[in-house]
């Protein structure tokens, strides 16, 4: 697999990441660096096993239902970059 | 029921497959043990999960998966014993993290089955595609400021369960007779409240249209309706601009539309470009989640009785039409009402007066069955007074108004204002001679063929006797003399 200059646009504006034109010949290159050493693992044979997720053997933790947290507005809005009153803020985002 | 449009080229059809997201009920939160109840002050039902802080780590609510699987068994669908959890990537302000924690390829719940009725009493079933627990996001408000939106995180991460239809549905009403059984199954299960005004149950609605035969077209997806008729509204709308756009020798094109009650039109939210796009990966938070049929045995043993055994069972139990049987099982508070109306007395005849007078009266009065003027007992001990006799049917009217106003029981009712029936053969005999002889000429008529005519004397009679006479024997006494 490897990926056009269009698909590496594509993808960085999905990630609202803004790139130069310039720099998108490089990222091109390491992407494509990233995706080939990741395709490596295609030459395991896997005929026959099941899928998995990892190599543990936990089981999911899980909690029981009651309100342990929460209450605690101004941690939660210690990094809003423009608090106003109890609400973060956002530039105006109307559809 | 057929429901087609007529268009300059033909007939067409519509297609509606609907996704109903159910908050889902419970104390806390989802991943995060905030509160996950209505309302609060703003971003204070917030932990750093729900901001999305760094490092914070995501724990399954276990009592949230039980309500899904609650909810998919009260839907006769299939238990997925072990399910998964996917990133569903999308940048918006009231997603803190940039993705929502959603099931994608491995769903709690896979295929059931919704059974609805119609006005004219066509049964149809519903086939439900699966149904998967994800989190809510956040509340945007953007009439705080002319250049900020302003966000509060208070729902930022409660439970929701998305239950996806197949596109079963082909009108509006089924649409809607589908979202109330929904509702319906909701409320009893008590794994969501249903309340469409608060948000805590909204509909995405896919419609196309096709002719006759055709396989399915493009559809669109109408988002967020709030309302039951709106829903309706925005199928017959949205299906009408299709064969438009269609017969005009346009395409449809595959998109996230809006719903705007007002100008009772739909039109188009996202650009379509990036619509859709969410590159879903398993969240690597998460390990898989892993029910024991066990766990799901019992809470299937605990399940309440669900409406469509409700009504099976009160037409077999009780002899009342399905009708009313249907009506009586809308919500549970009716079906217990009702039970312990019927308990032990005339079945039809309590179902009679909880669907006839009693719902009257409760419209009249804006009141619930919950605060019903009227118990369940007070109702029971009027009914009571009719079996025994001592009222009949139309002072039983009088008697309920009554109750309606003061409260005050049946028994005391009858002996304040003296309604007692009059079972006194002598008294009805004399009132019946009395009648007669003031109405000669009425008696010469009917002697002479004017059948009709009897009921006039019943009335006379009863009229008489205020009453209180016991009509049984009034026919009686009449045909007697007559």
Sequence with gaps: MSLDPATVRRIARLARIGIDESDLQSLQGELNGILGWVEQLNEVDVEGGSPMVGTGHAALRTREDVVTDGNCREAVLSNAPDAVGPFYTVPKVVE | ?482
């Design chain 2, 1 to 482: 029921m057929s429901y087609t449009i007529e268009g300059k080229t033909g007939t067409w059809e519509i297609v509606v497959g609907l996704e109903v997201h159910a908050q889902i009920i419970s104390h806390s939160k989802l991943f995060s043990g905030a509160s996950a109840s209505y309302g609060g002050e703003p971003n204070t039902h917030v932990s750093l999960v729900d901001a999305g802080f760094p490092g914070m780590l995501p724990v399954l609510n276990r009592e949230c998966v039980a309500q899904a699987v609650r909810t998919g068994l009260g839907l006769r669908a299939r238990i997925n014993l072990e399910s998964r959890f996917d990133r569903k990537n999308y940048f918006y302000a009231d997603l803190p993290t940039g993705y929502q924690i959603s099931q994608f390829t491995h769903p709690i719940v896979g295929e059931g089955t919704v059974e609805i009725e119609l006005a004219d009493g066509t049964v149809r079933h519903i086939g439900i595609t699966r149904l998967h627990i994800e989190q809510d996001a956040g509340k945007s408000m953007h009439d705080q400021d002319p250049a900020r939106s302003f966000i509060d995180l208070n729902r930022a991460g409660v439970a929701l369960m998305e239950i996806v239809s197949e596109p079963d549905i082909r009108n509006p009403e089924e649409a809607g007779a589908y979202l109330r059984k929904l509702r319906q199954i909701l409320r009893y299960l008590g794994t969501c409240d249903g309340n469409m005004e608060e948000g805590s149950m909204r509909a995405d609605v896919n419609v196309s249209v096709r002719k006759a035969g055709e396989p399915f077209r493009t559809r669109c997806e109408i988002k967020n309706v709030n309302s039951i008729r709106y829903v309706m509204h925005a199928i017959e709308v949205e299906a009408a601009r299709q064969v438009e756009v269609w017969e005009d020798g346009g395409e449809v094109d595959q998109e996230t539309r809006l719903f705007d009650p007002a100008r009772n039109e739909t039109r188009s939210l996202r650009s379509k470009e990036d619509a859709h796009d969410y590159r879903y990966f398993p969240d690597p938070d998460l390990l898989p989640l892993v029910v024991e049929q066990e766990w799901v045995d019992e809470l299937e043993r605990a399940l309440p009785e669900l409406p469509d055994d409700k009504r099976d069972r009160f037409i077999r139990q009780y002899g009342i039409p399905r009708y009313d049987a249907s009506v009586l099982v809308a919500e549970q508070a009716i079906a217990d009402y009702y039970e312990e109306v019927a308990k032990g007395r005339d079945a039809r005849l309590a179902a009679n007066w909880v669907t006839g007078d009693l719902f009257g009266a409760l419209n009249r009065t804006g009141r619930t069955i919950q605060d019903s003027p009227i118990s369940a007992q007070a109702l029971g001990g009027m009914l009571d007074l009719m079996a025994d006799k001592t009222i009949n049917g139309k002072i039983a009217k009088e008697v309920f108004e009554d109750m309606l106003e003061t409260g005050d029981s049946a028994a005391d009712i009858v002996e304040r204002k003296g309604l007692k029936q009059v079972t006194d053969t002598g008294a009805i005999d004399a009132a019946v001679a009395d009648v007669l002889a003031r109405n000669a000429d009425k008696v010469e008529e009917y002697r002479g063929g004017k059948d009709r005519l009897f009921g006039f004397f019943v009335g006379q009679v009863m009229k008489a006797m205020a009453g209180k006479a016991n009509p049984a024997i009034v026919n009686e006494a009449l045909k007697k003399v007559l």
